[in-house]
């Protein structure tokens, strides 16, 4: 079983930049898609971006795309989001997952993930 923990979120203003970092406890996570989720109070879990084992292939969601940067550091198997250019929309806790298998067929759908961090919380003042 993985363990994940994610780290890095705080209180900033909009349009600072902040650095999440999920570690995992075992060397078996660098072979699996990774991938990022959020959610705001009152709303449900959503994806935000994904990356798979190598890092070559990275999606994400459209309110993000061009702000943020999903990567890992697989030989300290830790996967990395970059949140640049922060709105108050993006203030969420955040979690990272690992997919159930290693190629995530459908790395936006939450099913596809079977390992979670605890969340980090990222609040965004305007």
């Known amino acids: 079983q993985v363990q994940l923990v994610g780290s890095g979120g705080g209180l900033v203003q909009a349009g600072d930049s902040l650095r999440l970092s999920c570690a995992a406890s075992k060397r078996t996570f660098r072979y699996y898609t990774a991938g990022w989720f959020r959610q705001a109070p009152g709303k449900q879990r959503e994806f935000v971006a994904a990356?798979?084992?190598?890092?070559?292939?990275?999606g994400y969601a459209d309110s993000v795309k061009g702000r943020f940067t999903i990567s890992r550091y697989n030989a300290k198997n830790t996967v990395y989001l970059q949140m640049n250019s922060l709105k108050p929309e993006d203030a969420a806790v955040y979690y990272c997952a690992c997919a159930i298998d290693p190629v995530a067929l459908r790395p936006v759908e939450a099913d596809s993930y079977g390992y979670w961090g605890q969340g980090t919380q990222v609040t965004v003042s305007a």
């Open positions: 990356t798979t084992w190598s890092g070559g292939n990275t």
